[in-house]
C-alpha cells in the first residue's frame, strides 16, 4: 500500500467535507510532509501523538476567511509502481510556481525550490498547489 498517496487521499477528501482535522498513522516521509505543508502554509499545525506502535499524526486543515481550502489540489507524481526520478534541471514546478513540488532527496525530503537552492535533484512525491 502507498502510504503517500493514502495521505494525500485522506487530506483531500477531509478538505471536501470541510473536516478541522484528519488524523493519520505516523511514518517520517508522512511527517517530513506534514512538516513542510506548515512551512508553506497550507495546513494550520500539526501534532505527533501516541508511542512507537501506535503513533498518530493529527493535521489541522487551513481554510481562507470564506471557508475555502488552502489546498486547492494534491496529485501524487512518483508511484510505487512507476518512480520518477529527475536531475536539478528537470525539476517540474506546480502550476508555473504557484504551488510546491516535494522531493525526497539525499538531502532529505525537501520542496523544488530547496532543491534548486541545494543543486540537487530526486524522486518527485507530489504536488501541492
Known amino acids: 500500500m502507498d502510504h503517500i498517496a493514502d495521505m494525500l487521499t485522506q487530506i483531500r477528501n477531509a478538505l471536501l467535507i470541510k473536516h478541522k482535522e484528519i488524523r493519520i498513522p505516523f511514518s517520517k516521509t508522512r511527517f517530513e510532509i506534514a512538516r513542510i505543508l506548515l512551512e508553506e502554509g ?3 499545525n500539526f501534532i505527533v501523538e501516541g508511542n512507537e506502535p501506535h503513533k498518530k499524526i ?3 486543515l487551513k481554510y481562507t476567511e470564506d471557508g475555502k481550502p488552502a489546498i486547492i489540489g494534491l496529485k501524487r507524481i512518483s508511484k ?4 520518477i526520478y529527475t536531475g536539478v534541471n528537470e525539476i517540474p514546478r506546480a ?5 510546491i513540488t ?4 539525499s538531502k532529505g525530503i525537501i520542496t523544488d525550490r530547496d532543491a534548486r537552492k541545494e543543486h540537487t ?3 518527485v512525491i507530489c504536488q501541492v498547489w
Open 42 to 44: 497550507y495546513i494550520n
Open 58 to 60: 493529527f493535521i489541522q
Open 80 to 83: 510505487q509502481s512507476r518512480r
Open 95 to 99: 502550476i508555473d510556481g504557484l504551488g
Open 102 to 105: 516535494i522531493l525526497s532527496t
Open 121 to 123: 535533484g530526486g524522486e
